[in-house]
C-alpha cells in the first residue's frame, strides 16, 4: 500500500515537472514571437534582407557586377524552381534548386530564347508548358520580365515554376524593376566616378600652363648664377609633376599631399624670393588622414595667383591642419587682396569662370564624396585676405590610397 501511494506521488511529481517544462517552453517560444514581430514584420523583414544581399552584387552593374551571387536571394525572395538573368549576349547567370541543377543546361539554352523574345515585345510574357527535353522531366511554365533602363531593354528576368499563377507574374515584374533601378543607381555611381575623374584632370591642365612656364623660367634664371640652387629646383619640378600627373588613385594622405604643396612652394619662392612667406603648423596626428588628391593643392595655388601674386609686397601664406575629433581640419590663410564675397558665391554655385577653377572643383568634390555639410568654407574679403577650411573624415576605410 505505502509503495503504491510512493509511485503515484512519484508519477504526480514527473507530470508536474513535465507540465512546467512545457509552460517554460510555452512561455519562450511566444516571448520569441513576439520579439520578432508579427508574421507581416517577419516577412517583410525576409524580403528587405533578401533585395539587400541582391543589391550588394549589382551595384556594379551587369557587365563588372556579380549577377551569379545576386540570383540566390533573388530566387529565394520569388520562391521559383530555376532563375536566369540574360541580356544581349546571352544568359549571363542562372541559379537552381538542388533538385534542378541537372537541368542547368537545356533551361539555360531555353532561357535565351525566351529573353529574345521577351527583348523584341518589350513586356513581360507568361511561358505554358516548356519541354526541358529529358526523359523523366515533366514540363515546366516560366516569366519573363523586362529590365528597362535609360528607356531601353538591357536585359531579361526569366523565373521557372511547375505552374506560373498570377503572384509570381507580379512579383517577377516587381524584381524587374527593382532591378533596372539597382543598374541605374549602379550608372550614377559611375557617373560619379568619370565626373571626379574628370574634375581631377581640369585641376591638372589648370596646373599645367600658368605653372610650370614660371617654373622654368625661374630655374633658368638660376642656371648661372647659382647652379646648385638650379640643381634642387629642378629636383623639386620632378616631384611636383610626377605627384601632379600621377594616374593612379582618387586619393592620397594629407602628407603626401603636403609634400607636394612644399614643392610646390620651393619653386614659387625662387620667383617671388623673399616676397613669399610659408607658415606651417601641422599637427602629427593627422598626417595620415587620407584626402581626396589635389585638394589642398589647387587652394594653395589660388592663394598664391589670386592673393599675393596682384599684391606688389607680396605676403604670407599659413597651412594649419589640426586634430576635430573625428574629422581633420584643415585651413589654407594668405593675407593677400582676398576675393569679392558676391564673386566667390558664384564660383562656388558653378558659374562659368577662367579664375579659381581649382577652389570651386574641391569644393564640388568634397561635396560629392562626403555630403554638403563638407564643402569649403571660405572667409575672405577685397584687401582683406582669404580664409579657406576643409574638413574630412578621419576614417574612410572604403577610400584606398592609390599608388
Not at 226 to 251: H, I, K
Not at 390 to 402: E, L
Request: glycine residues 8%; negative net charge.
Amino acid at each position: 500500500m505505502t509503495e503504491s501511494v510512493l509511485l503515484a506521488l512519484a508519477v504526480g511529481v514527473l507530470v508536474g515537472v513535465a507540465i512546467a517544462v512545457l509552460g517554460i517552453v510555452a512561455w519562450r517560444v511566444v516571448k520569441l514571437s513576439r520579439e520578432m514581430g508579427t508574421a507581416a514584420e517577419r516577412a517583410t523583414y525576409s524580403t528587405l534582407h533578401l533585395a539587400s544581399q541582391a543589391a550588394t552584387h549589382l551595384r556594379g552593374g551587369l557587365d563588372t557586377g556579380d549577377p551569379h551571387r545576386a540570383l540566390r536571394p533573388l530566387r529565394a525572395l520569388l520562391d521559383c524552381r530555376v532563375l536566369a538573368l540574360a541580356d544581349d549576349h546571352g544568359v549571363l547567370a542562372l541559379d537552381a534548386g538542388p533538385g534542378d541543377q541537372r537541368l542547368v543546361g537545356e533551361l539555360r539554352t531555353i532561357a535565351e530564347s525566351l529573353a529574345e523574345e521577351v527583348r523584341r515585345g518589350d513586356k513581360p510574357q507568361v511561358f505554358r508548358g516548356i519541354d526541358p527535353s529529358r526523359r523523366g522531366v515533366s514540363s515546366t511554365d516560366a516569366v519573363a520580365a523586362p529590365i528597362i533602363a535609360d528607356d531601353r531593354v538591357v536585359g531579361v528576368i526569366i523565373a521557372f515554376s511547375p505552374t506560373v499563377r498570377p503572384g509570381l507574374v507580379r512579383a517577377t515584374g516587381e524584381v524587374a524593376e527593382w532591378v533596372s533601378a539597382q543598374l541605374e543607381l549602379a550608372e550614377l555611381d559611375a557617373s560619379r566616378a568619370a565626373l571626379a575623374e574628370a574634375e581631377v584632370k581640369a585641376l591638372r591642365s589648370q596646373i599645367s600652363p600658368h605653372f610650370i612656364y614660371n617654373a622654368l623660367t625661374a630655374i633658368a634664371s638660376t642656371i648661372t648664377t647659382n647652379p646648385p640652387r638650379a640643381r634642387d629646383l629642378v629636383l623639386e619640378f620632378a616631384d611636383f609633376t610626377r605627384y601632379s600627373f600621377r594616374r593612379q588613385g582618387d586619393f592620397t594622405t594629407l602628407a603626401d599631399e603636403l609634400k607636394s604643396v612644399d614643392s610646390y612652394l620651393q619653386l614659387e619662392r625662387a620667383r617671388f624670393g623673399d616676397r613669399l612667406t610659408l607658415t606651417l603648423q601641422v599637427a602629427p596626428e593627422v598626417l595620415p588622414t587620407v584626402i581626396p588628391f589635389l585638394s589642398v593643392q589647387p587652394l594653395v595655388e589660388n592663394a598664391v595667383r589670386h592673393g599675393l601674386e596682384p599684391k606688389a609686397a607680396g605676403g604670407r601664406i599659413t597651412i594649419r591642419a589640426s586634430d576635430a575629433g573625428a574629422f581633420a581640419l584643415i585651413e589654407i590663410e594668405d593675407d593677400g587682396v582676398g576675393i569679392d564675397p558676391e564673386l566667390l558665391r558664384g564660383i562656388l554655385a558653378g558659374r562659368p569662370s577662367v579664375d579659381h577653377v581649382g577652389v570651386r572643383n574641391v569644393d564640388a568634390r568634397l561635396r560629392q564624396l562626403y555630403g554638403d555639410e563638407h564643402g569649403l568654407t571660405v572667409e575672405t574679403n577685397l584687401d582683406a585676405g582669404t580664409l579657406v577650411r576643409m574638413r574630412v573624415p578621419k576614417s574612410q576605410p572604403d577610400n584606398a590610397v592609390g599608388d
